[in-house]
């Protein structure tokens, strides 16, 4: 039984999801610990922005050359270094003392970030076949909302309980405890992970690019809406923060609640025109936001605004491993690299856009004028042709 588990690739999923989860809550945390903790060490409001951002930089440093990493020598090392990483960066919050040591510290989580969720997609790609991988990345998307759930809640309580420090002791003590599965399972592998695939020849590709491009748009819209949201329902709607946490968590319930399934329709349909459906649906359901103007009127709209949310992003994870197979290669860490760093890239610039843009024409037009870019932008993605698109079973 024991060894039974040892080698199984549900063990290796659930490893895979418990510390994207754990690593959610290390990142959602920082969202009501962070800047507490940077003030009391002198930091200004600029430089608390930079301990955030420096976080996406050190996640687009790290995700290719890891995944090319995983490709040459397996997922479990690499697996295994990140929750470590995840671990020691997140003692290192807990006992700094200077603003110097809380960069590092956030600079070792950002790589601790790609680590894990590059190579713990290219394993779960390695594990699955294409007509099954939609409804475990189905799976693993579920099972991580519980990080964006309880993550901000969970920090600002233990932050009560006991300090800045215990979030980030809590964070490392549950990262150990993966390291110590990772250090444990011996995941089956049915295909050689051990080809070192250039990143320009993944990046020729037009559906690696295509994928690329659509998370790059959609992560970046997601990323758009989230601060100007909260913004426009406290100046509009006259919401505190509770109630505008319980329009995000809401939508977060939803969104578990949706990627299973998505995930399932992906493995029966095509997986691009499920992915740029989603892109071109975020783009049609953001006028929608612009209508939330009261507590229920905000939980309803966001909601629905996550339907097309799961449609891109659930589809996309499938999508690029099917990619990269059609494209000749067979090992998947780098082409998860470039998923992360597209993602990191959308989430760098989605806040820095959507807050200039608020402060001078506010949160109704910057929803109205989002939406038609959006969708041109998805309708010239519908029209790159490509050699063959990867359906399910293929």
């Not at 024991?2 to 999923?13: D, F, I, P, Q, Y």
């Not at 040459?72 to 960066?89: D, E, I, K, Q, W």
């Not at 006991?162 to 049915?190: K, T």
């Not at 339907?307 to 589809?315: K, L």
Request: charged share 10%.
């Amino acid at each position: 039984m024991v060894s039974s588990l040892r080698h199984s690739r549900t063990t290796a999923v659930v490893l895979v999801t418990a510390t994207a989860v754990v690593d959610i809550l290390a990142f959602s945390m920082a969202v009501p610990v962070l800047p507490d903790l940077s003030r009391r060490l002198g930091a200004s409001p600029t430089t608390i922005g930079l301990l955030f951002g420096i976080f996406g930089v050190s996640v687009l440093m790290t995700s290719v050359p890891m995944g090319g990493r995983s490709d040459r020598t397996g997922r479990r090392g690499p697996l295994l270094a990140g929750a470590l990483g995840l671990a020691v960066s997140s003692a290192a919050f807990a006992i700094s003392t200077t603003l110097p040591f809380l960069f590092l510290a956030r600079f070792l989580q950002g790589a601790a970030d790609a680590v894990t969720w590059v190579v713990g997609l290219a394993l779960v790609a390695d594990l699955y076949a294409e007509d099954e991988r939609g409804r475990i990345m189905g799976l693993v998307m579920a099972g991580t909302n519980i990080g964006f759930l309880a993550g901000p809640s969970l920090g600002g309580w233990l932050y009560e309980v006991g300090g800045p420090r215990l979030p980030y002791l809590v964070v490392a003590g549950l990262a150990l405890l993966c390291a110590a599965g990772f250090w444990w399972i011996r995941p089956p592998v049915h295909r050689a992970v051990t080809e070192a695939v250039p990143f320009a020849r993944l990046m020729r590709d037009r559906q690696v690019r295509v994928c690329a491009l659509t998370i790059v748009l959609g992560g970046g819209a997601l990323a758009l809406v989230e601060p100007t949201l909260s913004l426009h329902l406290a100046d509009v709607a006259g919401l505190g923060p509770a109630r505008i946490g319980m329009v995000m968590g809401g939508a977060a319930v939803m969104s578990a609640m949706l990627h299973p399934g998505m995930g399932r329709l992906a493995d029966r349909i095509d997986l691009r025109r499920l992915m740029l459906a989603g892109l071109g649906g975020i783009g049609l359901t953001l006028p929608l936001l612009s209508l939330a103007d009261t507590f229920v009127s905000a939980a309803v709209v966001y909601a629905v605004f996550m339907v097309p949310v799961a449609a891109m992003v659930t589809p996309s994870l499938a999508y690029m491993a099917s990619a990269t197979t059609a494209s000749g290669v067979r090992s998947f860490g780098v082409a998860y690299g470039i998923y992360n760093c597209a993602w990191a890239t959308g989430l760098l610039l989605g806040p820095a856009i959507g807050g200039a843009a608020y402060e001078h024409i506010g949160f109704r037009a910057l929803m109205w004028t989002t939406a038609p870019a959006l969708v041109v932008a998805t309708l010239a993605l519908t029209r790159v042709r490509v050699s063959r698109a990867p359906a399910p079973g293929v």
